[in-house]
T-cell receptor
Framework: GEDVEQSLFLSVREGDSSVINCTYT??????LYWYKQEPGAGLQLLTY?????DMKQDQRLTVLLNKKDKHLSLRIADTQTGDSAIYFC???????????FGTGTKLQVIP | NAGVTQTPKFRVLKTGQSMTLLCAQD?????MYWYRQDPGMGLRLIHY???????AKGEVPDGYNVSRLKKQNFLLGLESAAPSQTSVYFC???????????FGEGSRLTVL
């Protein structure tokens, strides 16, 4: 089955850019997602990218997809303390109605 | 707009006890899911449902049962709780099979 991997922790200074990386194993995944989890809360969808796209930009967020290497990244520009959270990468394969999540990357923003 | 609501939010059980977690969604979504979240392991799918009256096993179904008698509700049962089931449980729903999930706030279960 699908396997999604992320590093566990990232620390950045306020105002810098953050880049969170993710790798997945199933090249037939059709949608790739980034979810954000704030302390004590459920996950909320941040952004997503279709597998036939290379890049998607949404305000401060930029998603890059390298299908050849099965690598996904999320760049947060001008990182703020409110961006401190756990970020989950997720992969979805059409027809199976299942989403596979990575381990989550805890982003710490230092003021 | 309630979205996805889970009850209870916290529960402490003794080994061998049973309990049911209730998930309710008011968005008329077809798909519903139960995940567990453990440190360093991300979210793992326990069971899911693609419609009223249907359920299917996920990655870690052992020790759990589910039911989807009504479209808006998805119940997760533990028949005989074990300490390994100590976790935070998340319910999610989706209106289509695209992976865009709406999550509840989670239910923290401790089994002593």
């Amino acid at each position: 089955g699908e396997d999604v991997e992320q590093s566990l922790f990232l620390s950045v200074r306020e105002g810098d850019s953050s880049v969170i990386n993710c790798t997945y194993t199933d090249s037939s995944s059709t949608y790739l997602y980034w979810y954000k989890q704030e302390p004590g809360a459920g996950l909320q969808l941040l952004t997503y990218i279709f597998s036939n796209m290379d890049m998607k930009q949404d305000q401060r967020l930029t998603v890059l997809l390298n299908k050849k290497d099965k690598h996904l990244s999320l760049r947060i520009a001008d990182t703020q303390t409110g961006d401190s959270a756990i970020y989950f990468c997720a992969a979805f394969k059409g027809g199976y109605q299942k989403v596979t999540f990575g381990t989550g990357t805890k982003l710490q923003v230092i003021p | 707009n309630a979205g996805v609501t889970q009850t209870p939010k916290f529960r402490v059980l003794k080994t061998g006890q049973s309990m049911t977690l209730l998930c309710a969604q008011d968005m008329n979504h077809e798909y519903m899911y139960w995940y567990r979240q453990d440190p360093g392991m991300g979210l793992r799918l326990i069971h899911y449902s693609v419609g009223e009256g249907t359920t299917a096993k996920g990655e870690v179904p052992d020790g759990y049962n589910v039911s989807r008698l009504k479209k808006q509700n998805f119940l997760l049962g533990l028949e005989s709780a074990a300490p390994s089931q100590t976790s935070v449980y998340f319910c999610a729903s989706s209106k289509s099979s695209t992976g865009e999930l709406f999550f509840g706030e989670g239910s923290r279960l401790t089994v002593l």
